[in-house]
Structures are given as C-alpha cells and as structure tokens.
C-alpha cells in the first residue's frame, strides 16, 4: 500500500530506530518497501538496508531535496511516506495511517497527511526547542513531521524540489493548509 522514503546522512543509529518503528507496519501489510536514501558512499546504510530487507538508494547531491526526490522517483506504491532518519512514530500509527488513505480514496480529494510533532522524552529542553515550538505554532507542520501523501498528488504539486533549500517547507507550503491533515499519532525524533 505504501513505500516509506528516509534519507539518512550515512548514520546507522537514525536509520535503525526509524526501522525498528515501522516493524509493525510492515506486519500489518501496509508498508509494501522501505527505501533508505544516502548520498554520503560510506557504505554503512548500504549495509544496513541489505540487513533490514530495505532497498538502498544512493544519489548524487548534496540537499534533502535530492534524497526525498530520488526516493520518491524510485518507489512502487500508490502511497509515499517520507520520514526523517531517527523519526518513530508512536502506536496507533497503522490504524490512523490505513483510516486517513480509505477516506482520501472514499472523498476523490487531494490530501496529505503530517504527524504530529513530539520531543523525546528524555531529551534536555534547549532554546532552541523552545523557539522551534513556537515556530511550528505559527507556520504550521515542519519537514521533520513526516509527510503521507498519494503518488499522483505528490506527481501533480510537482514533488520535492531537489536542488531548493528547505525543500520540504516548500512542498508543505504547496500543499497549503486546506489540503494538509495533522494525523493523531506523534512523531519523536531520537539520536
């Protein structure tokens, strides 16, 4: 039903506990593949792609933009999901994720979906977060809180931008507000 897209910076520990989080979607039927997307040529997602049953996606550039692009031009399924290395998202995410795809399909209408931003537990609460708290407040959803979206939706807004900067604020501005659901289940970002 769906093929999740990571770009990873070439660091295991990210891509292994974003892993770990889809293991149940994957059960469940709704993940149909997982690509890992690097552009660093360590060799170290490569290894953990081939361990985990992932396909590994390398890619020449040096933006976001160009992971999730190459990504997204790569992938099978009717429905992407871009999450960012170290992004696990909580339990109940089958369940809204397999509710919020029947309804588009049942509606005819274009709409995407973002998680629902939440701090590690365990993490230490910096300015920054505070800053980035309130920017979320007043912009709206962030690269960082996923993005569910129809492969022909995301084909007809025109896809992530490779070479933009911020090319994710850019495709959830495309997007606008109207066409956007903020999901229930939370995203945590680790490491």
């Known amino acids: 039903m769906l093929s999740v897209i990571i770009p990873t910076e070439g660091v295991e520990q990210t891509a292994v506990a974003t892993l770990a989080a889809l293991v149940p979607g994957a059960a469940a039927g709704i993940i149909k593949e997982v690509l890992l997307v690097d552009g660093t040529r360590n060799g170290v997602i490569e290894r953990v792609a081939d361990v985990a049953g992932c396909r590994f996606i390398g890619y020449e550039g040096s933006s976001q933009g160009a992971a999730l692009a190459a990504g997204a031009l790569q992938a099978r399924s009717p429905w ?112």
Do not use: C, N
């Open 80 to 191: 992407l999901m871009f999450l960012p290395a170290g992004a696990v998202l909580e339990t109940g995410w089958i369940e809204e994720t397999t509710q919020f795809i029947q309804a588009v399909a049942a509606s005819g209408k274009d709409r995407a979906a973002v998680f629902r931003y939440a701090r590690s537990p365990y993490a230490d609460t910096s300015f920054q977060d505070v800053l980035w708290s309130v920017v979320r407040k007043l912009v709206g959803p962030l690269g960082d809180q996923g993005l569910l979206i129809a492969r022909d939706h995301y084909d007809r807004i025109g896809g992530y931008p490779p070479e933009a900067r911020r090319s994710e604020a850019r495709l959830l501005r495309r997007l606008g507000r109207s066409s956007r659901t903020l999901l229930r289940s939370r995203i945590v970002m680790v490491g």
